[in-house]
């Protein structure tokens, strides 16, 4: 009869199943995370009713086999954390201990600091410790000329003296005249370890600045220099931000192929200058846009820089919003950085609100997406999406529609964890 030719196949195939099954329950343990509930989640647009699952520190939509809690945001409104692309107080160890609460309570996870030195900066990481609260990337590696910025403020000490010209050169900053000078100090750069590689250029296109004693100081890198330092900081897989003074320094970035414009030119219009020497040309904006560089605005200087002058300011306004308004026509992506050293990225964003160059929702994005994706292209940080860092903001109230709720946090996570409450 047929039927027992089979019988034994079928058996075989049973058991085989089932010790298959066992042996994939024993390969995938089950998963364990934590729900959260009843919030509102930025999308990039807009905020949407959803329920997330933190699993090892990650973002998933998939409820995990067993939870280990449930967390009810009761209507609260979920971004991600905040991100500063400019600034110098957390650069070393006396910053950190004066302003990393500021970020920690500010929900700035993620920050740049744009021109330390080696030494100071040893002494922030050390003091940043294991568990900062905040991410930070050094740009121990800033390149100067020997009378270029930062040297005038290098030198001022505590007491009101100057420190010797020698103590700063090649320790709190990288001299570079001629080109023979990137490979010749190439070694300074790599003792730094940067995280990337800062540059200044300070109205490269007026030559008789050198020759001016009250310049002295505050000049930056011979525009000549620029390219090559570029290409050898690339070579070692070091992204380069660029200070910009003027609408020619920003064309001569660009045409070395930076990767971050730190300053947009014409947050302050200098002594004989006017809005025709901070204009970007079009075709430094479409070059810009064709080569990915992105702008850290700083726009916010433009008050410090007035000082008190408000026909000056409303200038330099007008300028910055047709400037950015001409950037992000051309498609090129603007990055929150503030430089304020008593503050964080949240003065710049509250500064381009008041100027009225972006939507909410663009700002926004602006500040929890491109920033972080800035620093950290490597990384999944900045979305709500599959397997995305579990790091995130719970305010209280909408800032689209009120933008004081950035400043009402409820909840912080950080790679899954809740941090915890503020006194």
């Known amino acids: 009869m047929p039927a027992p030719r089979f ?10 199943g ?11 343990p089950p998963t364990s995370g934590t729900a ?3 919030g509102r989640w930025f999308d990039g647009e807009q905020f949407v009713a959803a329920t997330w699952y933190v699993v090892d520190g990650r973002l998933t939509r998939q409820q995990p086999d067993r939870l280990s809690g449930r967390v009810d945001l009761a209507g609260g409104h979920v971004v991600p954390p905040f991100a500063e692309a400019h600034n110098h107080n957390l650069q ?9 609460q500021a970020y920690v309570d500010q929900g700035v996870m993620y920050a740049a600091m744009l021109c330390g030195d080696p030494l100071s900066t040893t002494a922030a990481r050390e003091a940043l410790g294991p568990s900062p609260g905040v991410d930070v990337l050094f740009a121990s590696a800033c390149i100067s000329s020997a009378d270029g910025h930062p040297l005038r403020m290098a030198r001022q000490q505590p007491d009101g003296s100057l420190a010797p010209v020698q103590d700063i050169h090649d320790k709190s900053y990288i001299v570079m005249d001629t080109v023979a000078d990137i ?11 940067p995280d990337l590689v800062k540059a200044i250029l300070v109205h490269s296109e007026r030559p008789e600045h050198r020759t001016d004693p009250a310049m002295h100081g505050i000049n930056g890198l011979e525009p000549a220099l620029l390219a090559p330092l570029v290409e050898r900081a690339h070579g070692a897989g070091l992204r380069v931000a660029v200070h910009t003074e003027s609408a020619a320094d920003f064309d001569v970035a660009v045409q070395a192929g930076v990767d971050w414009i730190s300053h947009l030119p014409g947050y302050r219009f200098w002594k004989d200058r006017d809005e025709s020497d901070y204009r ?34 409303a200038r330099v306004q007008a300028l910055q919003r047709e400037n950015l308004g001409r950037l992000m026509e051309a498609g090129v992506q603007i990055a929150i950085g503030s430089d304020a050293f008593g503050g964080t990225s949240l003065v710049e964003h509250a500064y381009l609100r008041d100027l009225q160059v972006m939507d909410d929702a663009a700002l926004l994005r602006a500040l929890v997406e491109t920033t972080p994706q800035l620093l950290y292209p490597q990384r999944k940080i900045g979305r709500f999406e599959e397997g995305y860092e579990a790091s995130f903001l719970v305010l209280d109230g909408d800032p689209l529609r009120d933008p004081t709720a950035l400043s009402r946090i409820r909840v912080r996570v950080r790679a899954g964890e809740p941090m915890p409450a503020q006194p």
Not at 18 to 28: D, F, I, K
Not at 92 to 100: C, I
């Open 7 to 16: 019988a034994l196949p079928v058996a075989l195939a049973t058991w085989l």
């Open 18 to 28: 089932a010790g298959l099954a066992a042996l994939a329950s024993l390969a995938a």
């Open 36 to 38: 959260y509930e009843n």
């Open 92 to 100: 070393n160890a006396w910053g950190v201990t004066r302003m990393r």
């Open 183 to 193: 490979e010749r100090k190439w070694p300074l750069v790599q003792a730094a370890a």
């Open 280 to 313: 970007l040309d079009d075709a430094s904006i479409r070059l810009a846009a064709e080569r990915g560089i992105v702008v850290i605005a700083t726009a916010n200087q433009a008050v410090d820089a007035a000082r008190g002058d408000a026909g000056a300011l």
